[in-house]
């Protein structure tokens, strides 16, 4: 009787495991792609901000064609302030998603050591260009 109940609680142990695991890893896949979202935004921030310095050149060198220079920075300048308040989202969000994993991450390898099984493997073991801290 009590090898059964045993045999119950590991099951139950298991099948935590496995829904924290799914939970984990759909987790690790949003946590994935807010981080791709991030590298692409920094991409576009970096080209925003090369197409202002040209812009800027340009306004040097033709002050006959400064009105339309002019509104082009306004633009860009805008464009800029948007990428970079997106860029923020984007990085509170990663930040949140890896705050949401890690503690779900030490409860699934908690409770994985309970059955003998190996830890899984850290974030940075998988992806190792990930770097949120």
Known sequence: MA????IMCKLESIKEIRNKTMQ???IKARLKAEFE???SEERHLKEYKQEM?????EKMAHVEELR???ADINVMENTI???ENDLNKLLESTRRLHDEYKPLKEHVDALRM???LQRLPDLCEEEEKLSLE
Request: charged share 35%; proline share 0%.
């Open 3 to 6: 090898e059964e109940q045993e």
């Open 24 to 26: 984990m890893e759909k």
């Open 37 to 39: 979202a991030l590298e």
């Open 53 to 57: 310095d040209l812009l800027l050149q």
């Open 68 to 70: 339309l220079i002019h």
């Open 81 to 83: 302030k948007q990428s």
């Open 114 to 116: 309970t059955l003998g």
